[in-house]
């Protein structure tokens, strides 16, 4: 089991092990780990192409070890002293499997840290994930393992109450709406929850009329109104999509059936989720769109620690409101529960589509209105072959003949 359950716990600071530290997620991790020098220890940093970000977050951080995907940029890296650059093909399974690593922090986009999370838990590491394409796709593989370590805390400790004898202590959600069900939930007995409130801003696109949306351009939909993101998940926001994948999120994080979670739509940004719970009572965390305190509340759980991030100031946010969504204007969000019903083989398949449709958008290649039909295309077409629960190894295999088919899709 983990040496250290909580910053500070055992008298040496949380050791963390940051993948994806150049994006949007990422430095927003950096952040706040640099707030905390004497809770945290930054032991690895991985980003992808960004050399000179990975230079600067080195000399601040001083990781003992950091990789970059593009290794022509990594060959040139100039490191402090005492940072070295770890490099090969299971790369990112090396540096969070490391004896010296209590907790990896995964802001990579898509599966890129799929293999690396199970080994990860597998190691018996927590693991704070934003990313939600590794559970959309491999919650069925990533679940199991974060009960086993759960079990095994509560063994252990014969501590039933114990922060690590849950599978949210291992497998720590930073989506800030599954952050808010998770802190909603604190305390609670699985069998008091009668629903979860997923919340969403509804995107940029909240009040267009479904014909405008054939002319929607990559810059018009990157303008979400509420909060600033890496442009995948912004896109995805604006068709929705987003809070599909989320669905399918809560659902293998909550182990709840997919009929017990809605979604309300939520414009301010304000309550990021909710839980209702068998005896009428909903439960409901606020607070400033600011993904710093997701992030943080993964890192500190169960406590809490100051943050820079404002106060939701109730008196002056003027109105709260809540609607159903639409899923004529959003049929992404129809499409990913579909899909989410038809087992993890579908997920894998909406994920590895999503990826290719949002690029495609982006790059003018197909419009708006393009993306949720090729979702609905690709889960149709490869959603309902076997096996219903794909393998690590079936899922990469899946994965390149959905890109193969979306890239071509008209
Ligand atoms: N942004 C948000 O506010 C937010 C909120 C909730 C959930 N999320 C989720 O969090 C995840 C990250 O989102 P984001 O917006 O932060 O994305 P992002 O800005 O695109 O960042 C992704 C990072 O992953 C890095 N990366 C790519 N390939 C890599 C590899 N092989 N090894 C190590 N790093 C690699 C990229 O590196 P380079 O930049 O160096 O190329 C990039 O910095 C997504 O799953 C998203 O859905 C994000």
């Given at each position: 089991?983990?040496?250290?359950?909580?910053?500070?716990?055992?008298?040496r600071?949380?050791?963390?092990?940051?993948?994806?530290?150049?994006?949007?997620i990422?430095r927003?991790?950096?952040?706040?780990?640099s707030?905390?020098?004497e809770a945290?220890?930054?032991?690895?940093l991985?980003?992808?192409?960004?050399a000179?970000?990975?230079?600067?977050?080195?000399?601040?951080?001083?990781?003992?070890?950091?990789?970059?995907?593009?290794?022509?940029?990594?060959?040139?890296?100039?490191l402090p002293a005492?940072?070295?650059?770890?490099?090969?093909a299971?790369?990112?399974e090396?540096?969070?499997?490391?004896?010296?690593?209590?907790?990896?922090?995964?802001?990579?986009?898509?599966?890129?840290?799929?293999?690396?999370?199970?080994?990860?838990?597998?190691?018996?590491?927590?693991?704070?994930?934003?990313?939600?394409?590794?559970?959309?796709?491999?919650?069925?593989?990533?679940?199991?393992?974060?009960?086993?370590?759960?079990?095994?805390?509560?063994?252990?400790?014969?501590?039933?109450?114990?922060?690590?004898?849950?599978?949210?202590?291992?497998l720590?959600?930073?989506?800030?709406?599954?952050?808010?069900?998770?802190?909603?939930?604190?305390?609670?007995?699985?069998?008091?929850?009668?629903?979860?409130?997923?919340?969403?801003?509804g995107?940029p696109?909240?009040h267009?009329?479904?014909a405008?949306?054939?002319?929607?351009?990559?810059?018009?939909?990157?303008?979400?109104?509420?909060?600033?993101?890496?442009a995948?998940i912004?896109?995805?926001?604006?068709t929705?999509?987003?809070?599909?994948l989320?669905?399918i999120?809560?659902r293998?994080?909550?182990?709840v059936p997919?009929?017990?979670?809605?979604?309300?739509?939520?414009?301010?940004?304000?309550v990021?989720?909710a839980?209702?719970f068998?005896?009428?009572?909903?439960?409901?965390?606020?607070?400033?769109?600011?993904?710093r305190?997701?992030?943080?509340?993964?890192?500190?759980?169960?406590?809490?620690?100051?943050?820079?991030?404002?106060?939701?100031?109730?008196?002056?946010?003027?109105r709260?409101?809540?609607?159903?969504p639409?899923?004529?204007?959003?049929?992404?969000?129809?499409?990913?529960r579909?899909?989410?019903?038809?087992?993890?083989?579908?997920?894998?398949?909406?994920?590895?589509?999503?990826?290719?449709?949002?690029?495609?958008f982006?790059?003018?290649?197909?419009?708006?209105?393009?993306?949720?039909?090729l979702?609905?295309?690709?889960?149709?077409?490869?959603?309902?072959?076997?096996?219903?629960?794909p393998?690590?190894?079936?899922?990469?295999?899946?994965?390149?003949?959905?890109?193969?088919?979306?890239?071509?899709?008209?």
């Amino acid at each position: 089991m983990s040496g250290a359950v909580t910053p500070g716990a055992s008298g040496r600071p949380l050791r963390v092990a940051l993948l994806g530290s150049g994006g949007s997620i990422g430095r927003q991790a950096v952040d706040v780990i640099s707030r905390h020098p004497e809770a945290f220890r930054v032991v690895a940093l991985a980003t992808g192409s960004q050399a000179q970000l990975l230079e600067e977050q080195a000399r601040q951080l001083r990781p003992a070890v950091v990789s970059l995907a593009d290794e022509h940029a990594a060959k040139r890296l100039d490191l402090p002293a005492g940072t070295r650059l770890a490099a090969g093909a299971n790369v990112l399974e090396s540096l969070v499997t490391r004896p010296d690593v209590d907790l990896v922090l995964v802001a990579t986009g898509g599966l890129v840290a799929l293999r690396s999370v199970l080994a990860a838990l597998d190691a018996g590491k927590i693991v704070a994930t934003a990313n939600k394409e590794t559970l959309v796709a491999g919650g069925h593989l990533v679940m199991p393992l974060a009960r086993r370590l759960a079990a095994g805390a509560a063994g252990a400790t014969r501590d039933p109450g114990h922060p690590l004898a849950t599978p949210l202590g291992w497998l720590r959600p930073i989506d800030s709406e599954h952050s808010a069900i998770w802190q909603c939930l604190v305390g609670e007995r699985p069998g008091s929850v009668a629903r979860l409130l997923l919340t969403a801003s509804g995107g940029p696109f909240l009040h267009a009329a479904v014909a405008d949306l054939a002319t929607v351009t990559p810059e018009r939909a990157l303008r979400h109104p509420t909060w600033r993101m890496g442009a995948k998940i912004t896109i995805d926001s604006a068709t929705m999509a987003n809070k599909g994948l989320e669905i399918i999120e809560a659902r293998w994080l909550y182990d709840v059936p997919l009929s017990a979670i809605s979604v309300v739509i939520h414009p301010q940004s304000v309550v990021h989720s909710a839980v209702q719970f068998v005896d009428g009572s909903v439960k409901a965390q606020l607070g400033t769109p600011d993904m710093r305190i997701p992030i943080q509340y993964a890192l500190t759980y169960p406590e809490r620690r100051p943050s820079p991030a404002a106060t939701v100031d109730l008196v002056a946010s003027e109105r709260l409101e809540f609607f159903a969504p639409d899923e004529e204007r959003f049929p992404a969000l129809r499409i990913a529960r579909e899909a989410g019903l038809a087992g993890p083989r579908a997920s894998a398949a909406l994920i590895s589509a999503d990826e290719v449709a949002v690029g495609r958008f982006l790059n003018g290649s197909l419009d708006f209105p393009g993306i949720p039909r090729l979702l609905a295309a690709a889960v149709e077409r490869f959603g309902s072959g076997a096996p219903r629960e794909p393998s690590l190894d079936e899922i990469v295999v899946l994965d390149a003949e959905v890109r193969a088919f979306a890239e071509v899709f008209r």
